[in-house]
């Protein structure tokens, strides 16, 4: 497995299947205002996928579900449940976030994904502590993919 980290914009990535650090599903998409990641979907790829979240109700902590990507140029969007119910992000959560998203690109049979960094952003965890936490789970694994691991940087 061939792990990168870049920065720039997730939606930028030439990859088949970007992660979305989404929340567990407990209060529906049209009553959040999303942040980071997903408000940048929502703004370049519609509503579509954050409609399709609701057929998975609660997920739980770390989880990750798979949806279409919108009118984005990726084959689908996996969406991680990488904060908790007071909106923070743990080493649990990032681990298990990381590892269940990999299980599942796996599963669809993807060759290359991109991942933003899962809590640190609105779930307080730090870049640095976040891309540590991320890197370290990804070298317990193997799967046939190539990884992008985005760190955020406007343009």
């Known amino acids: 497995m061939n792990v990168n980290v870049v920065e720039g ?3 930028d990535q030439p990859v088949e299947v970007i992660v979305n650090a989404w929340n567990r599903n407990i209060f529906p998409w049209w009553l959040l205002l999303p942040q980071g990641v ?7 790829g519609g509503k579509g996928p954050f409609k ?16 279409s990507a919108g009118t984005l140029p990726f084959k689908a ?3 991680v449940a990488g904060i908790n119910l007071l909106w923070r992000g743990s080493e649990r959560s ?3 976030s990381v590892r269940n998203a990999m299980k599942l690109a796996n599963e ?3 060759m290359s994904i991109a991942f933003p ?3 640190a952003g609105s ?3 730090g870049e640095e502590g976040a891309k540590r936490l991320m890197l370290d789970e990804l070298a317990k694994l193997d799967y046939p993919m190539e990884v992008t691991v985005v760190v955020f940087k406007r343009k």
Request: glycine letters at 18%; charged letters at 20%; aromatic letters at 8%.
């Open 94 to 96: 990032i681990r298990e």
């Open 108 to 110: 669809h049979g993807f």
């Open 117 to 119: 960094l899962i809590g």
């Open 77 to 79: 969007i996996i969406h």
């Open 38 to 44: 997903s408000a940048a979907i929502k703004r370049r």
């Open 9 to 11: 914009d997730l939606l």
């Open 52 to 67: 399709e979240l609701r057929k998975f109700g609660l997920i739980p902590l770390g989880g990750a579900v798979v949806t």
């Open 123 to 125: 779930g307080g965890f």
